[in-house]
């Protein structure tokens, strides 16, 4: 069992930058592929970024590619979404996801535990 918090939403201007962190719980926490996804209102939930259990590799949604990075810290059991170059469009809730699979994943149901989400507004 993975217990996920997020943090470091917040409202922001277009242009710039904020860091998501999500802490987890558990002492399996580097055998999970780590991810970041969206929910925008009236939206359905979208892939964002994902990484795998030793950071080595990651996977960008196209919309993001190049503006944010996903990094993880193994021995503090967090991985963050740092995010810059905001747009308006980029307003959501963000969830920080952990799954079993041996391999990157990008769909919703290829991840087993969910943080609860943390708030991202960017105004124009």
């Known amino acids: 069992q993975v217990q996920l918090v997020e943090s470091g939403g917040g409202l922001v201007q277009a242009g710039g930058s904020l860091r998501l962190s999500c802490a987890a719980s558990g002492r399996t926490f580097s055998s999970y592929v780590m991810g970041w996804f969206r929910q925008a209102p009236g939206k359905e939930r979208e892939f964002v970024a994902a990484i795998s259990w030793s950071g080595g590799n990651t996977y960008y949604a196209v919309s993001v590619k190049g503006r944010f990075t996903i990094s993880r810290d193994n021995a503090k059991n967090t991985v963050y979404l740092q995010m810059n170059s905001l747009k308006p469009e980029d307003t959501a809730v963000y969830y920080c996801?952990?799954?079993?699979?041996?391999?990157?994943?990008?769909?919703?149901?290829?991840?087993?535990?969910w943080g609860q989400g943390t708030q991202v507004t960017v105004s124009s």
């Open positions: 996801a952990a799954s079993k699979k041996y391999v990157i994943a990008t769909i919703n149901n290829e991840y087993d535990y």
